[in-house]
């Protein structure tokens, strides 16, 4: 299994990024950086529909908002519902829908017919970098065999707890993607991981 990170931003084209998305056979976490990139996700979670490899995204609320046209309290009102809602409009006719990691307190994954609320992380990881941190963390999981959804979730807790750890050493308003990173090992090796 060969798993890559994909990033894209705005000023790719939107047909060259569909294109990769259209001929990878390999699982794919895009990370939507630059000021208009929902365009670009648009067009491909809508051209996804014909691809043959796993998709995971993780917006936060905001980037969920502009995917969705949701409004960000109605999404924060109703995180699980409008979490499934997008996936399942997302899935293609065989049925096949991308990993949903909607960021925020209590990070629900979804695939559209499994949820997992995430328990770790505190404020202080809305800092910026914690996201790629995420993206990384759960690419390598994947890249170690495990089922998609299934990274997604053990990815989502292990870097909550990662950043729980962070905050108990540093306190939650010096917290650093840094640190997430440096602390890792020690979240993965904790008992209830």
Same mark, same amino acid.
């Given at each position: 299994?060969?798993?890559? $990170?994909?990033?894209?931003?705005?000023?790719?084209? %939107? +047909? #060259?990024?569909?294109?990769?998305?259209?001929?990878?056979?390999?699982?794919?976490?895009? $990370?939507?950086?630059?000021?208009?990139?929902?365009?670009? =996700?648009?067009?491909?979670?809508?051209?996804?529909? %014909?691809?043959?490899?796993?998709?995971?995204?993780?917006?936060?609320?905001? @980037?969920? #908002?502009?995917?969705?046209?949701?409004?960000?309290?109605?999404? %924060? +009102?109703?995180?699980?519902?409008?979490?499934?809602?997008?996936?399942? +409009?997302?899935?293609?006719?065989?049925? +096949?829908?991308?990993?949903?990691?909607?960021?925020?307190?209590? $990070?629900?994954?979804?695939?559209? &017919? &499994?949820?997992?609320?995430?328990?770790?992380?505190?404020?202080?990881? =809305?800092?910026?970098?914690?996201?790629?941190?995420?993206?990384?963390?759960?690419? =390598?999981?994947?890249? %170690?065999?495990?089922?998609?959804?299934?990274?997604?979730?053990?990815?989502?807790?292990?870097?909550?707890?990662?950043?729980?750890?962070? =905050? @108990? @050493?540093?306190?939650?308003?010096?917290?650093?993607?840094?640190?997430?990173?440096?602390?890792?090992? @020690?979240?993965?090796?904790?008992?209830?991981?």
């Amino acid at each position: 299994i060969f798993t890559g $990170t994909l990033y894209c931003s705005a000023a790719r084209r %939107q +047909s #060259s990024y569909s294109g990769v998305m259209l001929t990878t056979s390999c699982p794919i976490r895009p $990370t939507f950086t630059g000021s208009s990139p929902y365009a670009v =996700a648009t067009v491909t979670i809508s051209r996804s529909r %014909q691809r043959r490899c796993p998709l995971v995204l993780t917006p936060h609320p905001g @980037e969920f #908002s502009r995917l969705t046209d949701r409004t960000v309290k109605a999404i %924060q +009102s109703d995180r699980i519902g409008a979490a499934i809602d997008a996936v399942t +409009s997302w899935a293609d006719p065989a049925g +096949s829908s991308p990993i949903l990691v909607l960021k925020g307190a209590g $990070t629900v994954v979804t695939d559209g &017919r &499994r949820v997992f609320v995430n328990g770790t992380g505190n404020p202080g990881m =809305a800092t910026g970098g914690t996201g790629d941190v995420l993206t990384g963390l759960i690419a =390598a999981v994947i890249g %170690q065999g495990l089922a998609p959804f299934d990274a997604a979730c053990l990815g989502v807790h292990v870097h909550g707890a990662a950043g729980d750890l962070a =905050a @108990e @050493e540093l306190g939650e308003a010096s917290l650093t993607a840094v640190d997430l990173i440096d602390l890792l090992p @020690e979240a993965l090796a904790r008992d209830d991981t």
